[in-house]
């Protein structure tokens, strides 16, 4: 029944995380909260007669019992504020969601955390600092966060399958879905090693202003916030906003003065908003952490290349050779015409093997 009122009081209109928080401190319990009469309700300082009636109605228990069901059904975590397990980084924020809902194998209560964010629109060069800093990253006892978005975002994610480091997705919706659905493969295999958080319901659909309040929990979660690439509006530069009124660090690469894509970054710096970094020793550096003791040599190579295709394989040697080449460069050492060949890259890149680089270069990621 515990469970069923947690859920309730998110339900109840015009009552938010701030307003539960006041309601919670002044009846001592959930179970008081809906137990008080009209009168002590009202007796609370900021709780006006509209939340009142809002309480005392019952009109969401309903929706409530619904998505208890949904919660059972489909193994999902509750997570409430005043429990061990809620994340730690989170509480501390005032504006926290009072109960996230949390499908994953991993605690979320890591030694160190570090959300990644971005642009929509990655670029090559978004797309490399990626990869030298969450590659660098493998080894420690570390969590990556990020929304789940194109661009940048998902590009974290699927770099930190590859690296094996823990990494979990905010969601602006309900867990009874996956936005955008290109993204459901990379989502199914976060959940093998990191999971997929929300505060919202299920059937809440990915309504535009839901991500500026998502934005508050990719920044709450982590130690420290980076800027990979960002124009001079979007989310990541939400984000990093938040992360500063938390008192969290936040990061930036810095990039081209005329560069659409760098252009938030490097305002986040020039301001004072953002450490400049150029690497991952940086950042390290910065937040003062040790380095982690190296792993035994020789397990890497294997991993990248267990489910290449016999042509995949093909390239992916050419490439481990010559470190980088042209498309026009790889189908003559292979003999392939380039309409071949341009599917077999595309594929390659999708899958986050190979990077593409200005004038038709690739290089292994």
């Known amino acids: 029944m515990t469970m069923l009122k947690k859920i309730a009081l998110t339900k109840i209109k015009g009552v938010g995380p701030k307003t539960a928080r006041t309601l919670l401190a002044c009846c001592g319990s ?27 109605s019952k009109n969401y228990m309903h929706d409530a019992e619904r998505e208890l069901a949904f919660v059972e059904k489909h193994n999902v975590e509750i997570l409430w504020a005043e429990d061990a397990n809620y994340p730690r980084r989170l509480k501390q924020c005032e504006d926290a969601p009072l109960l996230i809902y949390y499908k994953g194998t991993v605690d ?14 990655a670029t090559a060069y978004g797309k490399r600092i990626c990869e030298e800093l969450i590659s660098t990253l ?13 661009g940048i975002d998902v590009q ?4 930190a399958i590859k690296h094996h480091i823990p990494t979990i997705g905010v969601l602006g919706h309900g867990l009874d879905r996956i936005y955008p659905s290109a993204h459901r493969d990379i989502a199914s295999r976060m959940l093998e090693n990191g999971g997929l958080l929300t505060e919202y319901p299920s059937e809440t659909i990915p309504d535009r ?15 420290v916030t980076i800027v990979v690439e960002a124009a001079k509006k979007g989310g990541a530069l939400i984000t990093a906003e938040i992360a500063n009124s938390y008192n969290r660090d936040v990061c930036a690469f810095p990039g081209g003065v005329d560069q659409e894509y760098s252009a938030g ?18 950042l390290i550096y910065l937040m ?44 003559l050492h292979l003999g392939w015409p380039t309409s071949k060949l341009a599917i077999i890259l595309l594929e390659m890149e999708m899958n986050n093997i190979l990077l593409s680089l200005p004038g038709k270069i690739y290089r292994i990621c």
Not at 209 to 223: E, K, Q, Y
């Open 288 to 331: 003062g952490w040790e380095q982690p003791k190296p792993k035994q040599e020789g397990v890497q190579l294997p991993l990248l290349t267990n489910n290449l295709s016999k042509n995949e394989q093909r390239v992916y040697d050419f490439l481990r050779e010559r470190q980088q080449a042209s498309v026009d460069e790889i189908a």
């Open 138 to 150: 493998q080894g420690y006892d570390m969590q990556i966060i990020s929304g789940l978005a194109y």
């Open 209 to 223: 202003n839901n991500f500026p309040a998502r934005n508050r929990i990719i920044a709450g979660l982590a130690d």
């Open 265 to 282: 970054c490097n305002y986040l710096i020039k301001t004072h908003r953002a450490h400049l970094i150029r690497h991952a020793d940086d």
């Open 108 to 121: 979320l209560n890591p030694s160190l955390c570090v959300s990644i964010v971005g642009t929509r629109n």
């Open 30 to 56: 959930i179970d008081n909260i809906f137990d008080a009469s009209k009168k002590q309700l009202l007796s609370i300082p900021g709780i006006g007669n509209t939340t009142v009636e809002s309480i005392l």
């Open 156 to 159: 974290a994610h699927r770099l």
